[in-house]
């Protein structure tokens, strides 16, 4: 049985809802990675070096990322030579299952919050102004309480105008409480406020804005520091979550992104937003490998339920899509040709 059909029968069911809004959420990268690797499949029919040469650019222009492409191409050339692979029928198939094996090799990862009962649970949200921000934190809160999580938002992106309105204006559409003060506030006075109020009503779940700039980068960072020593204080172990926002679009910039927030922050997750709108999807596997953080949900269209947890398996289906169809098709034909 081909990856293709183990992806297809494992999401079959439940999560085909789910695989579908991948697969619509990565129209624009299949319709310009994939059908050109369907079109290097079709045209080389032999796999030779040339074949991955031509594979290799394809993958960099996707920004699957220099490092993730070479373990690639490595594992996928390995493969045929063990398996005395001739023609290029079914690699696609053997893309894809490679390409789930690179996001899952290192440390275990998961999509999961780490969400437990009995405790105030605070997550950081993290990033830089324009990539999403704080509509992500809005549609994480509509999640959470669909989930059945009392949930509370604090305001604390008291920099950039608007901000702090904008969180109450999600805040009111999914009926969650927001802790604010007026532009320009300390913000660690402003989630030390919103920590507190939260312990005081039993809130399960705490979502805390942040500045996403200020005079310059030190400043921004000093301060990121300090919001996150202000929560350890008021609760052991807490931030429980740094959940750093990242705008697809900007492919490889956001690497560079996740690598300076990393340093002060400790990120545990990437919200990859924007997904749907770039050509470039193959960033989900460079910043996995290059940084070894878990993508945990992915903006895959402007719908309040379009924030999705990350799944590697429906990932790929929703990149190779085409493929599997295809795929199908030559089954169904096969068989046609058996029948006759």
């Known amino acids: 049985m081909s990856f293709?059909?183990?992806?297809?029968?494992?999401?079959?069911?439940?999560?085909e809802a789910v695989a579908e809004k991948f697969k619509d959420g990565l129209t624009k990268t299949r319709d310009s990675f994939t059908s050109k690797v369907n079109d290097l499949v079709f045209r080389f029919r032999v796999v030779d070096e040339e074949f991955f040469e031509e594979l290799e650019e394809l993958l960099l222009q996707a920004d699957v990322g220099f490092e993730t492409v070479m373990e690639l191409i490595d594992l996928l050339k390995e493969e045929v030579q063990r398996k005395n692979i001739k023609n290029t029928t079914g690699m696609q198939s053997l893309i894809s299952e490679k390409l789930v094996e690179i996001y899952n090799s290192g440390e275990a990862v998961t999509s999961e919050l780490d969400i437990k009962e009995g405790r105030l649970n605070v997550i950081l949200m993290v990033g830089v102004n324009g990539v999403g921000k704080t509509t992500t934190?809005?549609?994480?809160?509509?999640?959470?309480?669909?989930e059945g999580k009392t949930v509370m938002l604090a305001a604390g992106d008291t920099f950039r105008a608007g901000a702090i309105e904008q969180l109450v204006v999600w805040g009111e559409r999914t009926g969650v409480e927001v802790v604010r003060q007026a532009e320009g506030s300390d913000p660690a006075a402003v989630i030390f406020d919103a920590v507190k109020a939260a312990k005081k009503r039993n809130v399960d779940v705490l979502i805390c804005d942040t500045a996403g700039r200020l005079q310059n980068k030190v400043n921004l960072m000093n301060e990121l520091e300090k919001v996150h020593r202000v929560i350890g204080r008021e609760i052991e172990g807490a931030p429980h979550e740094v959940l750093l926002a990242l705008d697809a679009t900007t492919g490889q910039n956001a690497l560079i992104q996740a690598q300076t927030f990393n340093e002060v922050t400790n990120v545990t997750g990437i919200v990859l937003t924007k997904l749907d709108g770039t050509a470039k999807g193959g960033i989900v596997l460079a910043i996995r490998n290059k940084l070894d953080i878990p993508v945990k949900f992915v903006g895959l269209g402007e719908g309040i339920d379009d924030l999705?947890?990350?799944?590697?398996?429906?990932?790929?289906?929703?990149?190779f899509a085409n493929g599997l169809e295809m795929e199908e098709t030559d089954d169904h034909e096969a068989e046609i040709e058996e029948d006759k």
């Open 137 to 146: 934190i809005g549609k994480m809160a509509a999640r959470l309480k669909k």
């Open 308 to 319: 999705q947890p990350f799944d590697p398996e429906k990932y790929v289906y929703g990149l």
């Open 4 to 15: 293709f059909k183990k992806i297809k029968d494992k999401i079959s069911g439940t999560n």
